[in-house]
């Protein structure tokens, strides 16, 4: 089982739409969530950065950090064909082996179509 | 300001050649990383090099090996390529353990 799984899709929506993509994890020292956009051939980009639980809104994007269910989650409102990429969860911990270890997820293809 | 940059941006190889994948970074990142990103694996850690004169091995670093030539730049080698080895390779910098990285633009390599 992979530390990091995350849905592939693709996922297709109407402009205008809600978003949710989604990632669940099971290494339960992970404490620092991100999300990577990665346009097409193009190397990713960070896209939001979050610490432990909770959530972090930044314009139309929110990400969401469940640490009891070992889940999280970002959100797009208001979606537009720009927001076209693949989506990448990562997340690393600040104890142990693995400190600062970056762990990705398979990150998901998202179409929005006008 | 560039970022990260990777030279050369295609490459195609015949088995059994070698090459350099170039990588250069200006944000003064004290760590840098070589990825290779191949449809369904998702991103896989080849080496990296967390400061300045040390490296080390990633998830997949067979075949591979690595020069941290100074803190901007990080080279990665293919000392007798494979057909296995055709993907797509990312270097990626930053300047802490714990914050994000910045990736490069990507090299896509063909081995044929």
């Known amino acids: 089982q992979k530390e990091v799984e995350q849905d592939p899709g693709p996922l297709s929506v109407p402009e205008g739409a809600i978003v949710s993509l989604n990632c669940t994890y099971s290494?339960?020292?992970?404490?620092?969530f991100m999300w990577y956009r990665q346009y097409s051939r193009k190397g990713p980009e960070l896209l939001m950065y979050?610490?432990?639980?909770g959530n972090k809104e930044d314009g139309r994007f929110t990400a969401q950090v469940d640490k009891s269910s070992k889940y999280i989650s970002l959100f797009i409102r208001d979606s537009q064909p720009s927001d076209s990429a693949t989506y990448l969860c990562a997340m690393s911990s600040s104890s142990g082996t693995s400190y600062g270890k970056l762990t990705f997820g398979q990150g998901t293809i998202l179409t929005v179509h006008p | 300001n560039a970022g990260v940059t990777q030279t050369p941006k295609f490459q195609v190889l015949k088995t059994g050649q070698s090459m350099t994948l170039q990588c250069a970074q200006d944000?003064?990142?004290?760590?840098m990383y070589w990825y290779r990103q191949d449809p369904g694996m998702g991103l896989r850690l080849i080496y990296y090099s967390a400061s300045e004169g040390t490296t080390d091995k990633g998830e997949v670093p067979n075949g591979y090996n690595v020069s941290r030539l100074n803190k901007r730049e990080f080279s990665l080698r293919l000392e007798s390529a494979a057909p296995s080895q055709t993907s797509v390779y990312f270097c990626?910098?930053?300047?802490?353990?714990?914050?994000?990285?910045?990736f490069g633009s990507g090299t896509r390599l063909t081995v044929v």
């Open positions: 290494n339960s020292a992970f404490q620092y």
């Open positions: 990626a910098s930053r300047i802490l353990p714990l914050y994000g990285y910045t």
């Open positions: 979050t610490y432990s639980s």
């Open positions: 944000m003064n990142h004290n760590s």
